[in-house]
Structure formats: structure tokens, C-alpha cells
């Protein structure tokens, strides 16, 4: 056989090889590339379970977010509605109350699967502050007309500071390690649609008073990008 057949023949088995294992069904074909794992940055966090929440986690969560914002965002001192969503968690709805005076009037729009935390009235300071101010804090809350039950949570030791500029001025900034307290009420995720809900809170001699009274709007959130 000369060297030239036999190199043909050889070319001829390689290229038959090559036919072979590239064949549909032979076995060898590309697997798909696996579906991308879900980006742990992009997954919302479940609700909290607000009613086992303990002291500190209700009182330190709540004073974190009412300081963390300058009086001109503050939730707090928010005459109609407008910062109700400022620097709010992905797992709990904080609502505020006001730094006393007159009734305030807010509307706001509240993430539908989401509960709701917020103050009757509350103080922090010193542990012994704490002492006198519950002595004689007292307040009310109805949901469309219901009465609420509000919780009274004692001298709690709490840590946050305050954003330079808040609402509760340099005492706030300088805070540190503090105290709490207060009559506070948690809502279960509340239904879709429009709630009305009043808050009414005093405490103190001479009485420091506050009151909200809120419009809710229960929704989804609008996606982002959505007209």
C-alpha cells in the first residue's frame, strides 16, 4: 500500500470519528449552562414577626430610624405625609409620631405585606427619666375607628447617633448608649386599600401631648422604572 493511500485512509477514519461523536443523541453534545443562582442583594427580606420583637429590638430599631434623617427629611417632623418613606427597612414599617403641639395630618403609602411599628409616646434619656415619664404616660390609638392595644415597654437600654441636623437636636447626635421607653403598638401586615388610623399620646409635667392622625394607603410598591 502505497503512502499516499494510506495517509487517505487515515484522513477517512478520522473524519468518520469526528461524524460519530458529534451526532445528535450521541451523548457528547454541550450541556446547558446552569440557570443563575438568585442574587442574595436582589431578594426582598421576609416581614418581620413584629409581635416577638423584644423591648430593645422595637424601641433601639425605632429611635435608630426616627434620628437617622435631618429635620428637613425628618419623618418626625413631617407636617403632611411626604418623608413617611424616608430610610424605611425592607421588613418593617416605622411610623412617627411629632415633637409636640398641635395634631399633625399625614397620608401616607405603606407597603402592602409589611407590619407596622410605632410609638403612643416615648422617651429617651436616662433610666431614672424613664421612671417618672411612664408614671404618667398615657395615650390611645384606633385603626378605622378600632381601638388599639398599646404595649407599655419600660426602661430599655438602647445605643444609636443621632444624623447631625434631627429632629431631637445635639442630645440625639451625642446619644450613645441611652435609655428608652414608651406605650407602643404593633400592627400585623395591614389589609390592602385606604386605612385611617389616629395617635394620641401624653406624658410629663407640665404634659408634653402628641398626635398624628394618618391616612394609609396600602400597595404594592411601584416598580421601579414604572410609568
Not at 62 to 69: E, I, K, R
Request: aromatic residues 6%; proline residues 9%.
Amino acid at each position: 500500500m502505497t503512502s499516499r493511500r494510506l495517509a487517505a485512509l487515515l484522513l477517512g477514519a478520522l473524519l468518520l470519528a469526528s461524524a460519530c461523536t458529534s451526532a445528535p443523541g450521541s451523548g457528547s453534545a454541550a450541556s446547558a449552562p446552569p440557570a443563575p443562582a438568585d442574587d442574595p442583594a436582589q431578594t426582598p427580606k421576609p416581614p418581620l414577626a413584629v409581635h416577638t420583637l423584644t423591648s430593645p429590638e422595637v424601641q433601639d430599631g425605632w429611635w435608630g430610624w426616627a434620628v437617622s434623617s435631618k429635620a428637613d427629611r425628618s419623618p418626625v417632623l413631617d407636617t403632611d405625609g411626604r418623608r413617611c418613606a424616608e430610610r424605611q427597612r425592607e421588613d418593617i414599617w416605622y411610623l412617627a409620631g411629632t415633637t409636640g403641639g398641635e395634631v399633625v395630618r399625614r397620608t401616607c403609602t405603606v407597603p402592602v405585606g409589611i407590619p407596622v411599628l410605632f410609638p403612643l409616646v416615648t422617651l429617651f434619656g436616662e433610666a431614672a427619666d424613664c421612671h417618672a415619664f411612664m408614671d404618667t404616660a398615657k395615650g390611645s390609638a384606633t385603626l378605622d375607628g378600632a381601638p388599639l392595644t398599646a404595649e407599655p415597654l419600660g426602661a430599655t437600654p438602647i445605643g444609636f447617633f443621632g444624623a447631625r441636623g434631627n429632629a431631637f437636636g445635639e442630645a440625639a447626635e451625642k446619644a450613645g448608649n441611652t435609655w428608652s421607653c414608651g406605650l407602643w403598638v404593633r400592627l400585623d401586615p395591614l389589609t390592602p386599600g385606604n386605612h385611617e388610623l389616629t395617635i394620641r399620646g401624653e406624658s410629663g409635667a407640665p404634659v408634653f401631648s402628641t398626635g398624628v392622625d394618618y391616612h394609609l394607603r396600602v400597595a404594592a410598591p411601584t416598580p421601579t422604572g414604572a410609568a
